[in-house]
């Protein structure tokens, strides 16, 4: 791979994957049906949660929480604004107020003590995102949520394979999983909502799927009516079989996926220590393992002509792909100017939105390719005036 073009990430998809969507193809049921069914039970195993529900896509995950929580005008829902900008979106299409923190300069994740200080008598979720594959400080959390009756539903796109306090995420409580293209566990596009509330569950299920009692899988395999009827409007969220079987493939492989993505990890942290001009993430204080889904650095310049746009572009003529997660959703035009949301000050978030650089991090690559990368990195760096790396 040093000879040609690094992207900043690669789907990790072999012929066998490729078969086992021919596979289905072949079955005449193409879409939501038994290789979805199964994807839940085993994700749901592989995750330790009491029950899951496979969607079209996380946002849409997350569209179907919101209504499920009967989350509408007059609510705030509490979140970090570093994060991808649909959540926020689907905030402000339930007519609820978003309530953005502000993060942690080092680990870019509000602290515990950050979420409940926003928390209000008009707070009726918090969203907390484990960033990059690192870990929100949950316990204290879910302790304040639960003594003041507002749910907690845990932003978990980056999170498959990370652990918190001994335990995987999504474990315990309601947590949301991405399954796009770059996501450490890849569908194409999906999603996962899982749960230890039965009843929220159910209600999910139904609204994934028109608000039906049961899908059309559902009514053939379990000989129920030719029609289910409407319990409650609902919308189109489900997951095909075709997307389905790739969750189920990949899964066999994610530790292995993982365990690769902390070697890479590793190597960066090791190789960067000493290179001015980018400073790597922090790690929370509390006990957490990893996933390592981004490699995440700020960059660091004393030169005004020299920020990180002209850093990327750079990389990028030496043959390195990059990436941004995120810019920060409070400085999004729509929401600078919503009067919901104007005017906010948050001023980490903020100095790192203008900063922060993804490196390439993906299974597929040896590490070679992460010497490589450093190697990119010192050279742009030395032609420039820089910072400290810390």
């Known amino acids: 791979m040093s000879h040609e073009f690094l992207p900043f990430s690669r789907p990790s998809l072999t012929e066998d994957d490729i078969a086992a969507v021919a596979d289905v193809l072949r079955s005449g049921w193409i879409t939501t049906g038994p290789k979805c069914a199964e994807f839940e039970r085993r994700f749901a195993e592989h995750v330790g949660a009491p029950g899951a529900v496979a969607v079209s896509s996380a946002t849409g995950g997350m569209h179907v929480a919101l209504h499920a929580l009967d989350i509408g005008p007059g609510d705030a829902v509490v979140t970090p604004s570093m994060t991808w900008v649909s959540t926020v979106n689907l905030i402000a299409l339930s007519g609820a107020r978003p309530v953005f923190v502000d993060v942690d300069r080092d680990t870019l994740m509000p602290t515990a003590d950050d979420y409940v200080a926003a928390l209000t008598p008009r707070t009726k979720l ?49 947590a949301i999983f991405s399954f796009h293209a770059i996501k450490n566990l890849t569908t194409a596009e999906g999603g996962m909502i899982v749960s230890d509330d039965a009843d929220f569950l159910e209600r999910v299920r139904r609204l994934k799927f028109h608000g039906l009692g049961a899908d059309t899988f559902d009514r053939e395999t379990q000989g129920r009516a030719p029609q289910a ?22 899964l066999d492989r994610i530790a292995e996926v993982n365990e690769k993505r902390h070697r890479l990890a590793e190597r960066y942290l090791e190789l960067l220590a000493d ?4 400073a790597p993430l922090g790690f929370p204080a509390h006990d957490q393992a990893h996933a390592w889904h981004l490699f995440v650095v ?84 030395s032609g420039h005036a820089v910072g400290s790396n810390r």
């Open 298 to 381: 700020r960059v660091l310049s004393d030169d005004p002509a020299f920020g990180r746009t002209e850093f990327m572009a750079e990389l990028k003529q030496l043959g390195i792909g990059t990436g941004i997660h995120f810019l920060a959703a409070h400085t999004q035009r729509y929401y600078r100017e919503w009067e919901k949301t104007r005017g906010v000050s948050l001023p980490n978030t903020e100095w790192n939105s203008e900063r922060i650089c993804s490196l390439p991090l993906f299974p597929d690559m040896e590490l070679a390719d992460v010497d490589r990368v450093v190697d990119a990195i010192r050279k742009v760096s």
């Open 126 to 174: 918090v969203v907390p995102v484990h960033y990059a594959g690192s870990t929100v400080d949950l316990d204290p959390l879910r302790e304040e949520c639960a003594a003041r009756g507002i749910a907690l539903v845990e932003d978990a796109a980056h999170a498959l394979g990370s652990y918190y306090k001994g335990a995987p995420i999504g474990s315990r409580g309601t």
């Open 229 to 250: 009827q409407v319990q409650e409007p609902g919308f189109k969220y489900n997951l095909p079989d075709t997307l389905a079987v790739l969750g189920l493939r990949q």
């Open 275 to 278: 290179v001015p001009g980018v």
